[in-house]
C-alpha cells in the first residue's frame, strides 16, 4: 500500500489512538509522524490488510510509550476538548475517563474496546501474555467502572 493510502484509511484511528495514550494533541501527531515515518521505511510486506493495521497500532503504541518516557510532566487534554477526538459524541465522558487510566490499563482497553481486537491479538502486539492482557481489561473495566458511576452502581441500577 502506498503511503498516501495508509494515511488516508489509518490515520485518523492512529490519532485516535495517540490521543488516548498521550492525552496531548501535538505529542499525539508527532507519534503518528513518526508511525508514519517508520512505514515509510518498512521493506517487508504484510500478510494482509489486518497485520499492516496491527503493526501501524504497535509501531505508534511504542511511540507513544517512548514519549512518556521523554516527559517531564504528563499534560492532559481539557475536559472541553474531549468531545473533538470522539468519533461519536456520546463516547466523550468514557474517553476523557478512559485518557486517566494508567497507560497499561488504557493501552488494552482502547485496543479491544474501541479499535475491537481480541485479547490474543492484544498480546502479540503489545508482546504481554494473554494473562497480562486479560488482568488489565479487567483491572481497566474496573476503574472505568468506579470512576463512572462512583459507587459502583451501572446507571440501570441507580434507579
Not at 35 to 53: G, I, L
Not at 74 to 103: G, I, R, T
Amino acid at each position: 500500500m502506498r503511503v498516501e493510502e495508509a494515511v488516508m484509511e489509518y490515520g485518523d484511528m492512529l490519532f485516535r489512538a495517540c490521543m488516548v495514550l498521550l492525552c496531548h494533541e501535538q505529542d499525539a501527531q508527532d507519534a503518528v509522524q513518526d508511525t508514519f515515518c517508520r512505514y515509510m521505511e518498512h521493506s517487508a510486506e504484510f500478510r494482509n490488510k489486518e497485520h499492516e493495521k496491527a503493526w501501524l497500532l504497535r509501531v505508534a503504541a511504542n511511540r507513544c510509550m517512548d514519549v512518556h518516557r521523554s516527559r517531564s510532566r504528563h499534560p492532559s487534554v481539557q475536559w472541553e476538548d474531549v468531545d473533538k477526538y470522539c468519533e461519536f459524541p456520546e463516547q466523550s465522558e468514557v474517553l476523557a475517563e478512559l485518557m486517566n487510566l494508567p497507560d497499561k490499563l488504557k493501552a488494552v482497553i482502547y485496543l479491544h474496546y474501541i479499535e475491537g481486537y481480541k485479547a490474543v491479538e492484544i498480546a502479540q502486539m503489545l508482546g504481554i501474555t494473554l494473562n497480562a492482557v486479560k488482568k488489565r481489561m479487567q483491572r481497566g473495566r474496573e476503574c472505568l467502572k468506579l470512576s463512572l458511576y462512583g459507587d459502583g452502581a451501572l446507571p440501570s441500577e441507580k434507579i
